[in-house]
């Protein structure tokens, strides 16, 4: 059956609305979190437990079956009575069980299957949805390694504790309720022997509890400090090459790597000695319960030696079953870690709250800082009492020495940080009133450094936008100056670009940039070193594109070059956090004072 027959977004996407109030509700009792997952799929899982009963009958009934024969045999040698019909009988309907065990095996994992694929694919998207809702600082302090990891491998940690539950637990209880059911009604003295085995095996689980629980939790917060530093080292390996620092890079992960690999060790060593000494503890109870049931024969307790076999075939059954349980005590450490793992981006409430706040049907693009003021940390101010106001439609330059503050101005126009203290003001309303998705809408951004994914060049340049018409696309890419060489290409916009755009120069990357802003046609534009990485022809072409982009519209430009913004309705000078000067390009250069010294040093 395939994929669109079995599951639906429509249900997954209702499950991870759930699955995140879960969290949210539940807290950090992970285990309680787990058993609250799949409470919805009880139906599934109690018919799936009703399958797995009668998938596993031939091994429940083997031991009955061959003590039957045995004591059949028995009686042929002892009384002379004829043991084929009894032997007949037995293997006709053994046989018959056997035979059921297919279909229903298939129709026992289809259930369970479909309930912890349904939760593992809810868990992701759930991840997912609430990643797009957290804040940005959020992922910079998580680092997007960490939550790659915890996305993958925690979500399969929790998929394989569940399948783990949901195949162990049915054959366990089966299988324990049917020894103790035989045995008690063939012998309740032997019953009690087999009861010894519990709190030997308690003993052993408390012992090692502890210890499995900090070891699991170690390699758990290794592994995700070394997949966070290798995603660095991927996004940083052009640069790690073009410095000849490879051995460095090399060192720096081989320590991560020896951590985890440490770490793990720590792990196998403590499940290796926990194994152990629940299999010798196992083997000595099966020794004694044969030594046992042996006596028992002699002494005349047990009328038939076929009962002995039956004792210790469903003594190892109940044995190996208190040990399955036991033993899967490093993956429900390691599946409930991964839940409170999980947790650490679904309980969290760094997020960008929009409800009940005014959505943004249109944008005029005044902008107004009130004696605004942030800072990263308590320490340092970066942002102190700033106060400036960008009427509709005008170009404004933000200049100043690097880490002054421009970016992070963008950053509080876009909503991405908010202010400590003071007001930003869009269109009269304080941004802090307003639905930042709907004001969102209505503004293009042209980053610094061009972000593109891997697919085709069409669906880079119209990511987010539904029903864009192929001349919307033409218009953007020859605005943009990128028409002549899209179309030059073998598949022109269907061509294919290579992750972070590898197989297209910086200049054409920032290019496709911009003409992705100019496809969504904003009212707020905003150009953090939008030419950075252009050559002077190119640059005076893409100037050209921008001064036509931005008619009209509202448009924040970050710039170094200054011979960029000399066409700015108005330049701000920021130091120290505050806007020192403002005006027009010649009046600051007449005026002499910081703007005419950055360009004095731009011009040496």
Known sequence: MSKKQMFSEGEIETLEDELIEEYLK?????????????????????????????????V??????????????????VKGTDPMRTI??????????????IPTNAIYVRLYSKATRRVEAGLRGAMVKKLQRLSIPFHIEMQSG??????????????????????TLPAVLVNIITAIVVISTKSPIVLLFFLLCVPVNVALVRAFRKKINKATADLRKDTEKTAASLNDMEEMVQITRAHAL???????????????????????????????????????FQLGSLVFSSLLYINGYLKEIGDITLFQTYFNTLTWQVSSIIGMLPIITKGAESVSSIGEILQSNDIEANEG??????LEGTLEFKDLSFSYDEEQMLIKDLSLKIEKGQTVALVGESGVGKTTLINLIIGFIHAKSGELLVDGKNIEDIDLTTYRKHISIVPQNS???????????????????????????????????????????????????????????????????????????????ATSALDNVSEREIQRAINSLTKDKTTIVVAHRLSTIRNADKIVVIKDGRCVEEGIYNELINKGGEFYKMHSASQS
């Not at 007949?88 to 065990?101: K, P």
């Not at 706040?357 to 249109?362: N, R, Y």
């Open 357 to 362: 706040k005014e959505k943004i049907e249109s």
């Open 26 to 58: 539940t807290g950090k009792k992970s285990i309680r979190l787990l058993f609250k997952m799949y409470l919805r799929y009880w139906r599934e899982f109690l018919l799936s437990a009703f399958f797995y009963l009668i998938k596993q009958a031939p």
């Open 451 to 529: 972000v593109m994914f891997a697919g085709s060049i069409r669906e880079n340049i119209t990511y987010g936008i539904e029903n864009v018409t192929e001349e919307q696309i033409k218009n953007a890419l020859e605005a943009s100056r990128m028409y002549d060489f899209v179309m030059s290409l073998p598949k022109g916009l269907d061509s294919r670009l290579d992750e972070h755009a590898a197989n297209l120069s910086g200049g054409q990357k920032q290019r496709l940039s911009i003409a992705r802003a100019i496809i969504r046609n904003p009212s707020l534009i905003i150009l953090d070193e």
């Open 146 to 167: 960490r939550i790659q990891s915890k996305l993958m491998n925690d979500v399969a940690n929790v998929h394989t504790l569940s399948t783990q539950l949901v195949t």
């Open 60 to 77: 429940l009934f083997m031991p009955l079956v061959i003590a039957e024969i045995i004591n059949a045999v028995e009686a042929y040698i």
């Open 88 to 101: 007949i009988s037995h293997i006709i309907f053994i046989g018959a069980l056997l035979v059921i065990n």
């Open 246 to 284: 490879e051995n460095a890079e090399v060192k720096k992960m081989t320590s991560h790597l020896t951590s985890v690999a440490n770490s793990g060790f720590s792990l196998d060593m403590i499940q290796a000695y926990f194994g152990s000494f629940l299999w010798v503890t196992i083997q000595l």
